[in-house]
């Protein structure tokens, strides 16, 4: 039997990691899908999603206010349960999107091959090509034609960008960090508000417009 993966077979992973797998890198997982069903087939199931915490345990159940509030955005968390970030997991990732510097810095202490497709979830989205564009390689036509080379091409000007595109700075966090929501409902569903508006510019930025 031949199990050789063809190029419509391969998939652009993303990997949200937070530090329990409990709140922000499920958002940011469940977010995602969400909106990629929304996606015609052939590219929607070109791409693969999965959350870990950096010091989270394994087979664990959601935050109960994630849970909600993913529901509440029409998402199905309902088969979910939390994942410990290992070397492994990073290996398979072509993108890695963590919710604070710190988490970033622990992906990389893991696997430091990483650096280059390791962004926090807001600098991923500063950095993103602006209106979908992917630099001096946009016309390639194997592009249009492969959504995965795409996206890796998006990840690649986002690397280029570093250094030369600035954050806004904020009073009290690190400018590119989304804090563990305070223990309140409010503070979940303002969490995944700015996750989603992430979300939203990050996945126009990998899949191109549509």
């Known amino acids: 039997m031949n199990t050789s993966i063809t190029a419509t077979d391969r998939q652009f992973r993303i990997l949200y990691v937070c530090v329990g797998n409990l709140c922000r890198s499920v958002l940011a997982e469940h977010l995602t899908l969400r909106a990629i069903t929304e996606w015609p087939p052939a590219l929607s199931h070109r791409f693969h999603v999965h959350s ?39 290996r398979g990732a072509d993108l890695v999107l963590t919710a604070t510097v710190r988490e970033r810095d622990d992906v990389l202490a893991l696997h430091p091959a990483a650096v280059r497709r390791t962004f926090t979830i807001n600098e991923f989205a500063r950095l993103a090509p602006p209106d979908g564009g992917g630099g001096e390689h946009e016309a390639d036509p194997d592009l249009a034609e492969d959504p995965v080379a795409l996206a890796q091409q998006r990840v690649a000007a986002a690397v280029r960008r570093r250094g030369r595109t600035r954050c806004a700075t904020g009073s009290g966090v690190a400018p590119d960090d989304i804090p563990d929501p305070d223990r309140t409902l409010d503070a979940f ?22």
Request: proline content about 7%; aromatic content about 4%; charged content about 20%.
């Open 189 to 210: 569903d303002d969490c995944a508000t700015a996750i989603d508006r992430a979300v939203q510019v990050i996945l126009h930025a990998l899949s191109g417009p549509r």
């Open 52 to 90: 870990a915490g950096t010091r989270g345990r394994d087979r664990q159940p959601m935050h109960p206010y994630t849970a909600q509030v993913l529901t509440a955005r029409g998402a199905s968390p309902a088969a979910f349960t939390t994942s410990r970030l290992t070397a492994a997991a990073i």
